[in-house]
């Protein structure tokens, strides 16, 4: 097919929820993609952040094929190994104590505002349901999800929206402490708000919200879709932040480019969730667990602390570009946001397209950037080089 048969049939057969780049994707290695007519691309993105260990690795398919050889799918009402191990290493790496799998980042997020609603709900009884988020978040596209999110944008359209949010303003106790009243029972947030811009939150406001959650019983709730499993140079960001949350989601990287999510309980409320309380019927499966375990076994220290060092090239890599498109160069591994100036930053992300280099946006004005966490320095000087000659044109 070519890239306009593509296309065409695309938006024939698919409902237009997305808009789409005017690319095609026909195969991947690394951080690598080539459209269906050869062309090549260096990947800034893996797909969102989902593949961790880029295209194709190896040890992420051979996991794949012995399990898939193996059984491919069972369901929760039996044992089975390979979510027990992917559970034990995840618990063991990061001091939580249980886990429940789950397939998309939104509905591991229904799942964690579900436990702490239970949380409140048997100590306290009814009345106490309501959640504290942060301006600028985003949690996910269900009815819930999107309430949650702390961005009036999101809230059209599909009303009646599911009740008991209110938003709270991000690096402000003081503004956390206003909303929270009588019937909160919880406050959740990204530590890096991703779609909203590449925000890293302040560790002081984040410190001090674990204090104020510990003196009223309310549960800390971490968004890690998108900031999990290496992204920030740490398993989880909480843990470059020094504090346990009391329930944390992940998703899109867990399983390197297999439909998979989670949250993990601390042991205050790794009982909250009982028999008949909570279910799904794809989640765990053991395809994608195999997946993520390779993932996680990829995702040693010293391969985190690698993360780290490309991720501060990346950034003094672009800052050394003395672009006048660029404001400021954030983030913390991996994850990295280009606040953008003099040019929209969808303008500047589609000429990047043009020049071969796969970006992302975030916010209103950040060019996000999501490598591979195996992405190699050569990648890296490529795109670099890339961005170079889009960010920097009078210098050719
Ligand atoms: C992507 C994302 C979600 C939603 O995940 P889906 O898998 O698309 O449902 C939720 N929270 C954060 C922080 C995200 O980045």
Redesign the pocket.
């Known amino acids: 097919m070519t890239n306009q048969e593509l296309m065409a049939l695309d938006s024939q057969y698919i409902m237009q929820t997305y808009g789409r780049f005017p690319v095609t994707i026909a195969r991947g290695a690394g951080a690598r993609f080539w459209d269906c007519e050869g062309r090549e691309y260096i990947d800034f993105t893996s797909g969102?952040?989902v593949n961790s260990l880029g295209s194709c690795n190896p040890d992420w398919i051979a996991a794949i094929e012995q399990q898939i050889h193996a059984f491919g799918h069972t369901s929760n009402l039996f044992y089975t190994e390979p979510c027990v191990r992917l559970a034990k290493t995840l618990t063991e790496r990061t001091g939580m104590t249980n886990v429940f799998f789950a397939n998309?980042?939104?509905?591991a997020?229904e799942g964690m505002i579900k436990l702490a609603r239970k949380y409140s709900f048997d100590k306290y009884g009814l009345g106490r349901s309501n959640i504290v988020t942060l301006r600028q978040s985003?949690?996910?596209?269900t009815i819930t999800?999107l309430q949650a999110t702390g961005q009036d944008v999101f809230h059209n359209y599909f009303f009646p929206f599911t009740e008991g949010f209110r938003y709270a303003e991000p690096d402000d106790l003081e503004s956390v402490k206003a909303q929270l009243r009588d019937d909160s029972c919880a406050v959740m947030l990204?530590l890096i708000q991703?779609?909203g811009g590449v925000r890293p939150l302040d560790p002081g406001f984040v410190s001090g919200l674990r204090q104020l959650c510990d003196q009223r019983d309310l549960l800390l709730l971490v968004?890690e879709?998108?900031?999990g499993v290496g992204r920030t140079g740490a398993l989880f960001a909480f843990q470059k932040y020094g504090i346990l949350p009391d329930v944390c989601?992940f998703?899109?990287g867990i399983a390197g480019g297999l439909p998979m999510?989670g949250i993990m309980a601390a042991e205050r409320c790794s009982q909250v969730l009982t028999p008949g309380t909570h279910a799904t019927t794809f989640g765990a499966n053991p395809v994608c667990a195999a997946a993520a375990s390779a993932v996680l076994k990829t995702l040693s220290e010293p391969f985190l602390e690698e993360v780290d060092r490309k991720g501060a090239y990346l950034r003094a890599g672009i800052a050394a570009l003395g672009s006048r498109y660029v404001r400021d160069v954030r983030g913390m591994g991996l994850m990295i946001g280009v606040g953008v100036q003099n040019i929209a930053h969808s303008a500047l992300c589609a000429k990047l397209l043009d020049a071969g280099l796969l970006t992302l946006t975030a916010g209103s004005d950040t060019l996000r950037l999501l490598p591979p966490l195996t992405i190699t320095y050569e990648e890296l000087d490529k795109g670099l080089a890339i961005m170079k000659r889009v960010l920097c044109p009078a210098e050719g």
């Open positions: 969102i952040g998309g980042g939104g509905e997020n985003f949690h996910g596209r999800t990204e991703g779609e968004d879709v998108q900031t989601s998703a899109k999510s």
